[in-house]
């Protein structure tokens, strides 16, 4: 069946390092979608990517969606304590989303 | 103003017991979904509704039971049958029909099991 896989699934980093998560389909997708979940929130829309090959940036935040429309990334630059949370990717197919398994991450001020 | 409302936020249930979790939206959306999320885990969906009186079950769909008599409300029973309910409920809509949906989440409900 359909998966998205999403790795790694914890990343501790000192503020100021560079953070990056992955995430994988089994499957072509419509598009990419990046949500984030502060710790006791809901998750939050980011973005969306639906092109071959698209990179998008939110300031210190790069969404790239793959060639294949089978992976994609997001990466921060220089973390800031206000990054901590939970990003998860939810990849589409159909009226059908598949969310990863989300990357926690902790900056370590 | 818009958005989604879930009710109620902590719940406690006895075992054996079916609780009812309210989910109500005003975005306009078709589609309404229903997620479990467990202490450091995913959102793994149980079910989802893209129109009035129909919904499909999603992959973790046994020990609950929805409705959808409404567009706007979307609420999930989980019932006796679900033998580990303890966990975080999210709540979800979208629209449905072209490339672009972006899924608004409610602000979850936290059901515990005593």
């Known amino acids: 069946g359909q998966q998205v896989m999403q790795i790694p699934q914890y990343q501790h980093v000192q503020e100021g390092e560079d953070f990056t998560t992955y995430c994988n389909s089994s499957?072509?997708?419509?598009?990419i979608q990046w949500y984030k979940q502060r710790p006791g929130g809901h998750p939050v829309f980011l973005i969306q990517l639906v092109k071959s090959g698209e990179v998008k940036k939110q300031k210190r935040l790069t969404f790239q969606f793959g060639e294949a429309k089978k992976n994609s990334s997001l990466h921060i630059t220089a973390t800031q304590t206000t990054d901590v949370g939970t990003y998860f990717c939810a990849g589409r197919t159909g009226n059908q989303f598949y969310f990863g398994t989300g990357t926690s991450l902790t900056v370590i001020p | 103003d818009g958005g989604i409302t879930q009710s109620p936020k902590y719940l406690f249930r006895k075992e054996g017991q079916n609780v009812t979790l309210s989910c109500e939206q005003n975005l306009n959306h078709d589609a309404m979904y229903w997620y479990r999320q467990d202490p450091g885990q995913g959102l793994r969906l149980i079910y989802y509704?893209?129109?009035?009186?129909?919904?499909q079950k999603g992959d973790i769909a046994e020990g609950y039971s929805v409705s959808r008599e409404k567009k706007e409300s979307f609420p999930l029973t989980v019932t006796s049958a679900q033998k580990n309910p303890t966990a975080f409920y999210l709540c979800?809509?979208?629209?449905?029909?072209?490339?672009?949906?972006?899924?608004?989440f409610g602000e979850g409900s936290w059901l515990t099991v005593v």
């Open positions: 979800a809509s979208s629209t449905i029909g072209d490339s672009g949906n972006t899924i608004y």
């Open positions: 509704s893209q129109i009035v009186n129909d919904f």
């Open positions: 499957t072509t997708l419509s598009n």
